[in-house]
């Protein structure tokens, strides 16, 4: 347990993470000044950026990139961002998201149902509305009247087959978010990502940052949150200056993992705030996840994941994290779409 236990201090890019050039991967340098660009949370990072790059190559603004971006994971039955997520406790899916422009300008919903494309109804309340978040039957309304269509009220098989094994136990104790290793959710509320019945993970946020070529920065998050929550529970994602903050004049920063935490500690709008005394990107997510951790204890963090990515308005970018395990996508002229191992403080919740 020790063993495990012991604080890292990483290379400079992490530790493996390999999936495409090394010799690409090799070139990059999360100092690079590059534009347009786009980050974004995890592998299902990957395909979204697909979609957020070809806004951004073609002269697009950031804004339209982080929300065509994050809307293929939220479209994917493969995932569990989005109606193929897991439901709350009462087997509900609910789903929460934000959006925040290069003027500052935000818009969220929280615990929105039945809504294919939570992140698109953030942008209508932050356009459309003089409103920042609209929560519940009342954002679904709202989404109604903007347009949306209402989906039917039916898990995933994946899901399905996840509630029906937390039924079993319907323990309430979230588990670390990682990929892979033995934190399977054996009927744990689960921070953790679903297994898929393709043997895939996924997880249950997506976050993106984007720099367009005009050097505007953006930002979305959307999420399923918690699996099995409280109904009504709101994580950190659409709640601006937690899961999600941008300061186009300094840089921008989103968030994964236990939710509560981030919240407590205004955890984008902190690392923003370094980034504004100099701090670089990771710099300022890893002094996040210290202050973190400084709060909860010691003890209490090699229970809980917490992850941030984070960009600037140079374009260079960076990321932190309390637990080894989690991956972020990067998408440049430079990157070819790589996937990155994150830095990280503890290794608990890996075999
Ligand atoms: N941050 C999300 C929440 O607490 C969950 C996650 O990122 O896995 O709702």
């Not at 604080?7 to 100092?31: C, D, I, V």
């Not at 422009?101 to 942008?123: F, L, M, Q």
Request: include cysteine; glycine fraction near 10%; aromatic fraction near 8%.
């Amino acid at each position: 347990m020790m063993q495990r236990r012991k604080f890292l201090q990483m290379g400079s890019l992490g530790a493996g993470g390999f999936l495409f050039s090394k010799n690409l991967k090799a070139n990059f340098k999360n100092n690079a000044v590059t534009k347009p660009l786009v980050i974004t949370t995890w592998n299902t990072g990957i395909d979204a950026n697909v979609e957020a790059w070809k806004v951004l190559s073609t002269g697009g603004r950031a804004l339209d990139a982080v929300e065509k971006g994050v809307m293929v994971t939220e479209s994917s039955i493969n995932c569990c961002v989005g109606l193929g997520a897991n439901p709350d406790r009462d087997g509900i899916v609910t789903l929460d998201a934000s959006i925040m422009d290069e003027h500052g300008n935000a818009g969220a919903v929280a615990a929105i149902e039945r809504i294919k494309h939570p992140i698109s109804v953030a942008r209508k309340v932050m356009e459309n509305t003089p409103h920042v978040l609209l929560v519940g039957a009342g954002a679904q309304e709202f989404a109604l009247s903007q347009g949306f269509q209402l989906e039917p009220q039916k898990l995933s098989p994946d899901a399905e087959a996840e509630y029906k094994k937390w039924l079993k136990t319907s323990k309430y104790q979230p588990v670390i978010n990682i990929e892979k290793g033995k934190n399977e959710t054996k009927g744990q509320t689960a921070f953790a990502p679903m297994k898929l019945s393709n043997g895939d993970w996924n997880h249950d946020t997506i976050g993106m940052l984007a720099i367009d070529v005009n050097g505007n920065l953006s930002g979305s998050c959307t999420t399923s949150g918690m699996g099995f929550k409280v109904r009504g529970r709101v994580g950190d994602s659409p709640l601006i200056g937690a899961g999600l903050y941008v300061d186009n004049e300094i840089g921008a920063a989103v968030s994964t993992g236990l939710g509560e935490e981030v919240i407590k500690s205004a955890g984008t709008f902190l690392i923003v705030e370094f980034m504004r005394q100099g701090y670089s990107p990771e710099a300022a997510c890893k002094a996040a996840v210290e202050r973190i951790v400084k709060r909860t204890g010691v003890a209490k963090a090699h229970t809980y994941q917490v992850a941030f990515i984070a960009l600037n308005k140079k374009g260079e970018t960076g990321a932190f994290c309390v637990q080894k395990g989690f991956n972020y996508a990067v998408y440049s002229n430079e990157i070819n779409n790589l996937l990155f191992d994150s830095k990280y403080l503890y290794t608990d919740g890996v075999s």
